[in-house]
């Protein structure tokens, strides 16, 4: 598995780490990505169950895809490879801010994240979702999911609350 991109709190490279290093303890802050993909004018989302055999919240919906860019790769070039590995397809993206968070899950470990959102618009579907990654894949309209997000909060990963309220205030949709 490749390392992951240690950061400073403003997204500047200061090394790297393994993967499950930069996870466990007390976690390292790193470089990662997060893709909101819309549609339907920017009225749904795709958003994903995350696989059950995932470190850190298996089993929870987030956002459409995340993960960390490789040494030398873009955010908008990890954004891209990832789209296609987890679900099968590909959309033109566009940045839409960064944010840092942390957070525990359980005893299963931690994420502490330097995170470059990355915004999609599409109307093809999900060719085909990795079993691996992706439980299961849903479009749903915004308003539904913020109603869901607000009364069961803890079944939706902590980035993707961020990482939605950001786009939302920042008017990307």
């Not at 997060?34 to 549609?39: A, E, G, L, T």
């Not at 993960?67 to 940045?95: C, I, M, N, Q, Y």
């Amino acid at each position: 598995m490749p390392d992951v991109i240690l950061t400073d709190r403003q997204g500047r490279a200061v090394g790297s780490a393994e993967i499950k290093d930069a996870h466990t303890g007390s976690g390292k802050l790193h470089k990662a990505f997060s893709i909101y993909v819309f549609r339907k004018n920017k009225r749904e989302i795709l958003i994903q169950r995350r696989s059950t055999a995932k470190m850190l919240w298996p089993g929870i919906w987030a956002n459409t895809c995340c993960s960390h860019p490789r040494k030398d790769e873009s955010p908008l070039a990890a954004g891209t490879r990832r789209l296609t590995e987890e679900l099968g397809f590909t959309t033109d993206l566009h940045e839409g801010g960064t944010f840092v968070y942390r957070a525990e899950d359980g005893k299963r470990g931690v994420e502490h994240e330097h995170v470059t959102i990355l915004i999609g618009n599409t109307d093809d579907a999900v060719a085909e979702a990795n079993p691996d990654e992706v439980v299961e894949w849903k479009w749903i309209d915004l308003p539904s999911l913020q109603t869901d997000m607000k009364k069961n909060p803890d079944q939706y990963a902590p980035w993707f609350h961020l990482g939605l309220a950001q786009i939302l205030s920042a008017a990307h949709v």
